[in-house]
């Protein structure tokens, strides 16, 4: 098993911040915390927990732990299972594994499979603020975006091109135009459904794509075929509020809705929702694969009336306005500006 209560492996000291920086979040949070605890379980075996917390109330106490000595290592599907084990002997109520790499495939099905959290960079950061680069001990590590491919005035020709309202009578000013890395969650599909001609025998078809979502809701931005062209970024990058693993989750459950619905009603509202997820039905089979984070580069301007304000969402790297952008980044509003932007 992969888990021990050897610390094998990765730098100890940066575990040991790490563990230390999430024990005094849960502790501001309510809970009691303890580290480095060693504790024996119901099989006899003893535990060294990195992170205990605990949380009572009149009825009942709720006790978590967290895995952190493998942080900097990939964290495959034999550390979550050897954490759900240690979890399940010393009887927490939640386990939380930290993970500074992307996880191989496979590890997230065993986690939601188990019940297991795993926090990547992206929601230890959501959490604590900065994360330490495991290779070069910086404070931020690079993430991947997309290239900018409009200059600021263009993007500020094309707000001006589309404010409403007419000439002298409540037009829209531009209040603001600022350029964001906003959050994205890519989600690998393989998509497999049985097709045929007029006059030929249905065979299965399997389509491999990836379905990119915002990640301060959830919704389904784009699709690709195959991935863009990438560039590095460490700065000025707006946290997600959404994680690649609860878009997942979302999209399984709606899978799961659609195949226990007993009303014509109730299928034609799971299936559009699943549409809408980014999974054509009828399907067969389908397969997620979360991915690694992306940052798309964005001008979002402040559009102003004197009957309210809404965003204009420019995207730098298409050159095209996005609607459904605007309107989340119009809900999402202060966080955007209280976490990021150039």
């Avoid at 939380?96 to 230890?124: F, M, Y």
Wanted: hydrophobic fraction near 40%; aromatic fraction near 6%.
């Amino acid at each position: 098993m992969a888990v021990t209560n050897e610390r094998a492996g990765g730098d100890e000291g940066k575990a040991a911040n790490l563990a230390q920086a999430l024990a005094e979040y849960l502790a501001h949070h309510g809970y009691r915390v303890a580290r480095d605890v060693s504790m024996k379980g119901r099989s006899g075996a003893n535990h060294t927990v990195d992170v205990l917390a605990e949380k009572s109330d009149e009825v009942t106490t709720y006790r978590l732990l967290v895995h952190a000595r493998s942080w900097d290592q990939a964290v495959d599907r034999d550390v979550v299972a050897g954490v759900h084990l240690m979890a399940s002997d010393l009887g927490m109520s939640k386990a939380i594994v930290l993970g500074a790499r992307h996880w191989p495939q496979g590890a997230e099905t065993a986690a939601r499979r188990l019940g297991v959290e795993l926090w990547g960079p992206v929601e230890i950061e959501g959490r604590l603020g900065k994360v330490p680069d495991p290779d070069t001990g910086s404070a931020l590590s690079a993430i991947r975006g997309l290239r900018v491919n409009i200059s600021e005035q263009a993007a500020t020709d094309l707000a001006n091109r589309h404010r409403r309202g007419k000439l002298g009578v409540n037009r829209e000013e531009v209040a603001w135009l600022k350029a964001y890395w906003l959050p994205f969650m890519p989600v690998r599909v393989r998509h497999t459904r049985e097709e045929g001609g007029r006059f030929s025998k249905a065979a299965p078809r399997t389509r491999i794509y990836v379905n990119v979502y915002e990640a301060l809701g959830g919704q389904l931005y784009y699709q690709w075929d195959r991935e863009p062209e990438t560039v590095r970024i460490t700065e000025n990058r707006v946290r997600p509020k959404v994680t690649a693993y609860s878009i997942v989750a979302e999209i399984e459950d709606t899978a799961k809705r659609l195949s226990e619905a007993r009303t014509p009603q109730q299928y034609e509202r799971q299936d559009m929702s699943l549409n809408g997820q980014g999974i054509p039905t009828p399907v067969s089979f389908f397969e997620l694969t979360a991915e690694e984070e992306i940052y798309l580069p964005f001008y979002l301007a402040l559009m102003r009336n004197k009957t309210g304000e809404r965003i204009l969402a420019i995207d730098a790297s298409r050159g095209t306005i996005s609607e459904e952008v605007g309107v989340m980044a119009m809900k999402h509003l202060g966080h955007i500006v209280d976490s990021g932007g150039a």
